[in-house]
C-alpha cells in the first residue's frame, strides 16, 4: 500500500461543475502539498497546508490531521483546469516528499 | 523569471552512453533534489541535497551519481544508461531555512534509452 493515496485516479467533468480530488496518507506528517501538471509541462506547486483550509481563486484545499485526509476542490470549472493533480506529504523535519499517483482531470465545453 | 532551469529537455541515449542533467535554480535555496517520473507511479526521489555540500540518496538511487557544485547548481550523472532510467526527470528546489518549504520544479527532461 503507497503511504499517500489519490482518488479518483481519473475525472471527467463538464464547466461549471464542483469538483474534489481526495488525498489520504498513512503517515504522521508536517505539510500536505497540492501540486498541479499540464500535460507535457512542468510541476507548480497550488497549496501547502499542514492544517484548516486555504483557497487561491477557484481552488479549496483543506486537510483533517486526525484523519490523515486531504481534499482538493474546484469550483466553476474551467477546461484550462484540465491537468493532473499530484497530492505529496512531508514527514517531520524533512524537506523531501512523497507522492500519490495524481488524478487526472479532464473538463470538457 | 526566478526559477529552476533544467537542461536539457529532451535527451535520446543508447544504452551503455553517459550524461549529466543540469539543474540551477536562483531563488537562493538551500535544498534541491532530482525525481523521476514514470507511467502510473508517483514522482520518486533519486538523490537530494539538503545544503549546499551535501547530498543524500533518495528512494532510487542506483545508477546515478549528483553534484552539488555550489548553492545554486545541482547535476546528476547517468555513467552508463540503461532502458530502465527512460523517464521524465523533474529537479527541485525548497528553503526549509526560511520556513516556507514551498517546492518550486523545472520543466522537466525527458529521456529515453534505447
Known amino acids: 500500500k503507497n503511504e499517500v493515496e489519490q482518488s479518483p485516479q481519473n475525472l471527467t467533468a463538464q464547466e461549471g461543475e464542483f469538483i474534489t480530488i481526495n488525498c489520504s496518507y498513512s503517515?504522521?506528517?508536517?505539510?500536505l502539498h497540492w501540486l498541479q501538471q499540464h500535460p507535457g509541462g512542468g510541476i507548480v506547486s497550488l497549496f501547502m497546508?499542514?492544517?484548516g483550509k486555504k483557497k487561491h481563486g477557484r481552488l479549496i484545499a483543506t486537510i483533517n490531521i486526525q484523519e490523515k485526509h486531504s481534499s482538493l476542490h474546484i469550483t466553476a470549472s474551467h477546461p484550462r483546469d484540465s491537468a493532473v493533480y499530484i497530492c505529496?506529504?512531508?514527514?517531520?523535519?524533512?524537506?523531501?516528499?512523497?507522492f500519490g499517483t495524481g488524478t487526472r482531470l479532464q473538463v470538457t465545453l | 523569471n526566478a526559477g529552476v532551469t533544467q537542461t536539457p529537455k529532451f535527451q535520446v541515449l543508447k544504452t551503455g552512453q553517459s550524461m549529466t542533467l543540469q539543474c540551477a535554480q536562483d531563488?537562493?535555496?538551500?535544498?534541491m533534489y532530482w525525481y523521476r517520473q514514470d507511467p502510473g507511479m508517483g514522482l520518486r526521489l533519486i538523490y537530494y541535497s539538503a545544503s549546499e555540500g551535501t547530498t543524500d540518496k533518495g528512494e532510487v538511487p542506483n545508477g546515478y551519481n549528483v553534484s552539488r557544485l555550489n548553492k545554486r547548481e545541482f547535476s546528476l550523472r547517468l555513467e552508463s544508461a540503461a532502458p530502465s532510467q527512460t523517464s521524465v526527470y523533474f529537479c527541485?528546489?525548497?528553503?526549509?531555512?526560511?520556513?516556507?518549504?514551498?517546492?518550486?520544479f523545472g520543466s522537466g527532461t525527458r529521456l529515453t534509452v534505447v
Open positions: 497546508l499542514s492544517s
Open positions: 527541485a528546489s525548497s528553503d526549509p531555512v526560511a520556513g516556507g518549504y514551498g517546492y518550486t
Open positions: 503517515v504522521g506528517i508536517s505539510a
Open positions: 505529496a506529504v512531508r514527514a517531520g523535519t524533512a524537506s523531501k516528499l512523497t
Open positions: 531563488m537562493n535555496h538551500n535544498s
